[in-house]
Nanobody, 122 residues
Framework: QVQLVESGGGLVQPGGSLRLSCAAS????????MAWYRQAPGKQRELVAT???????NYADSVKGRFTISRDNSKNTVALQMNSLEPEDTAVYYC????????????????WGQGTQVTVSS
């Protein structure tokens, strides 16, 4: 069974920083793209940042210049460094990964973490 577990969320003041991490475990052959999503109260889930297995990154306009996504392929982890946080960044943040299983090495299946709460408030 593949599992993605997020950590690092919490309460931070505006202008502060947090670093989220996500670790994938299980019968993983390889991981293609990884991403962070977030869902704020009363809003739909939105894509925050993506990173390919080659390291190419993309960011939502709302976080570009403030957030940095990175990954460690040897550890099957992805991180999101969040700087200059604003109250509008308050949301549950979800890790996503497209994973090749050992038993299905030619196609990926998307896996999701259960989310970690980030609250930005003074």
């Amino acid at each position: 069974q593949v599992q993605l577990v997020e950590s690092g969320g919490g309460l931070v003041q505006p202008g502060g920083s947090l670093r989220l991490s996500c670790a994938a475990s299980g019968p993983i052959f390889n991981i293609n793209a990884m991403a962070w999503y977030r869902q704020a109260p009363g809003k739909q889930r939105e894509l925050v940042a993506t990173i390919t297995n080659g390291g190419t990154t993309n960011y939502a306009d709302s976080v570009k210049g403030r957030f940095t996504i990175s990954r460690d392929n040897s550890k099957n982890t992805v991180a999101l460094q969040m700087n200059s946080l604003e109250p509008e960044d308050t949301a549950v943040y979800y890790c996503n990964a497209d994973i090749f299983l050992w038993t299905r090495r030619t196609s990926t299946y998307p896996y999701w973490g259960q989310g970690t709460q980030v609250t930005v408030s003074s």
